[in-house]
DNA sequence: CGGATATCAGTGTAACTGAAATAA
DNA sequence: CTTATTTCAGTTGCACTGATATCC
């Protein structure tokens, strides 16, 4: 595709190019989480762990922006790769508690420098500046919208 | 999802930033199209075949960033709703024609009164002079992206 | 009894891969 | 033979629905 071949009706259409911006920035990091085995949402949920500490599968649901449901494998795959722990909560309930560990600290850090490096690929049309105000229209963009 | 409730390392992460917003930008456009049975794709096919004229489903697929293998589905769909026509190339080769109808004109307009409504809703947050600022960096990370 | 959680089964869409067939 | 196109078959990741089970 070349998007400058678009019609005018998308390329001036705000969910058309987030949906496409959404792609090419899937596939770039897809790509290079590929060489790793590892996949983007368990990124996410390593991240939340990290800077939230332990917590339900239901609250990483909600701080990743993922359906529980679909939690339940995700974490099973980070389990078994011993990246996190998983534990009934002590507290009681169904809840479980996801615990991450050293070895998942180690691919967080991990992830995030070959990451980093992928936004400066995708963002590289852009100035610092401008790549700043692109992340806080989109924060503001998503913030504003109240979901179930 | 509480997207204020996010990991600040996929808050600050425009890879994540993107897929969020398309994933609700896709859930709103979808939920609006839904009460006309359409699809989102059908209106960049439309639109492409509207501004630039009859196209074959190769050239429709790089205008729209939509797979040729996925294309086949979508022109039989249209085709089917007397949307569009699919007729050999007189030229020859294996290509096709397919040339928008006057009921896909106007499929075309219902379609992008509604989808300028879902575009206010999404960029609600956002002044009328952020919201060109975004269209406008979104545009130019998508432009500066080669690829096959 | 709610209310929250975890889990499972299944669906739909989009994006993609790879190969075959067709025709200049 | 090469190239572009259309088509088909199949896979994957992701988002979502709905139901069931568990626990306070």
Do not use: Y
């Amino acid at each position: 595709m070349d998007s400058d071949l678009a019609p005018t009706r998308l390329r001036q259409l705000p969910s058309w190019l987030l949906t496409q911006n959404a792609r090419i920035a899937t596939r770039l990091v897809s790509h290079e989480l590929d060489a790793l085995g590892a996949h983007r949402r368990q990124f996410a949920v390593l991240a939340a762990l990290e800077e939230f500490g332990p917590a339900s599968q239901a609250d990483l649901g909600r701080r990743c922006g993922i359906d529980r449901s679909d939690m339940v494998a995700l974490v099973n795959d980070l389990s078994a790769a011993d990246q996190v722990d998983r534990a009934p909560d002590p507290a009681g309930g169904r809840r479980n508690v996801v615990t991450i560990t050293s070895t998942g600290r180690k691919r967080l850090r991990t992830l995030t420098t070959r990451l980093s490096r992928v936004q400066d690929e995708l963002l590289a049309p852009l100035s610092a500046r401008e790549r700043t105000q692109l992340i806080d229209l989109l924060q503001r963009v998503l913030d504003g919208q109240s979901w179930r």
